[in-house]
């Protein structure tokens, strides 16, 4: 409400201005000039779009003969592009075959480096493995170092406990001469008393001074003996703890040799282990070697194979062609016997055959009898060529066979003599879980110690007090 009120106020003063002016000069005159000013900037407005509307319309010509020139360049570009694909399909043709060709190989690449890398992680977890055996080995000769730190200040405990025992075993001493002492006076006042008794009546007031005394003294006797007793006590339990030590020291020091001597042990079980790493790793490098050489010559024999294979089926089909050449040869021949057959014939018919027709026949039968034989000698050579060719595929196979069956063998070895380098890995890591727990065990023992010396102290300093 109170906004509102001073809103009123202040238009109120506006609208009481505003009327106060709006007849001076100055006021009138600028009312006719406002129209005129904004005329003028209407003016200067349609002058600028008109310059920005001509620079448009020349940005627009311009852009439209890039265009132009553009989609003439495209249509190039395009049939540039229909003649790459078709020669890039002409390609990706040509390439295809030669893909598939690969791929075997590559398959065959991949599976063999797949088997190397698993063989070079076990061999990694295998490294790490015995990195974290000596670790452990490095912890374990710390551990027996606090060990032995730890019954040195036993040892000093000790001392220290005997020489408390002696300081105790004076002061028992020195209590038990006190006590005679007191026993004496206490002796020696009982006889003052019976003689006072029987001395003098008077005395009874003196008499019960002394029984006073006597009884303080009496009173402080049986002090002295409780403190006595329970240095004695004292005593027995500072030589139980005396024992007690003792025990636990021979025993700390056994527990010590037995682990200093498991040490000893896995020292040497590394060692072994490490020279028996170090030959698997050069196996293993040796393995690699024979298995890239036994690779190439696999490629070698690969390529000698298909060669062969390939001049194998160019026997066959020369073969395949004398065998139908001779095929033709003998219709031929039959024709010419059976041609020869009717000549004869014929000329038998005829009463008998000249001389010349004999010698022809005789000729083209020594011609037929020598292509027969020439025919017969190149169908034997084709044929031995080709057996032989047969038997050098299969003794080449035969012989890739028995190379992989050797290969397969050796990778067999290996892998048994990993699953045994494994086991004897995880009895020397066992061993080592058992010194660590064996370790834990003393320390509790040799803490449990240390308390029971503290609290033996502590009442011996107790009954000191």
Known sequence: ILERGDALLVVQWNIRAFTGVKKWPWMELYFEIEPLLKSAEAEKEMAAMKEEFGRIKESLEKSEARRKELEEKMVSLLQEKN??????????DNLNDAEERCDQLIKNKIQLEAKVKEMNERLEDEEEMNAELTAKKRKLEDECSELKKDIDDLELTLAKVEKEKHATENKVKNLTEEMAGLDEIIAKLTKEKKALQEAHQQALDDLQAEEDKVNTLTKAKLKLEQQVDDLEGSLEQEKKVRMDLERAK?????????????????????????????????????LNSKIEDEQALVLQLQKKLKENQARIEELEEELEAERTARAKVEK?????????????????????????????NKKREAEFQKMRRDLEEATLQHEATASALRRKHADS??????????LQRVKQKLEKEKSEFKLELDDVTSNMEQIIKAKANLEKVSRTLEDQANEYRRKLEEAQR
């Open 83 to 92: 003649d790459l694909q078709l020669q890039v399909q002409a390609e990706q």
């Open 250 to 286: 021979r025993k700390l020091e056994g527990d010590l040799k037995l682990t200093q001597e498991s040490i000893m042990d896995l020292e040497n079980d590394k060692q072994q282990l490490e020279e028996r790493l170090k030959k698997k790793e050069f196996d293993i490098s040796q």
């Open 332 to 360: 031929l021949r039959s024709d010419l016997s059976r041609e020869l057959e009717e000549i004869s014939e014929r000329l038998e018919e005829a009463g008998g055959a000249t001389s010349v027709q004999i010698e022809m």
């Open 397 to 406: 196979v035969a012989e890739l066979g028995e190379q992989i069956d050797n």
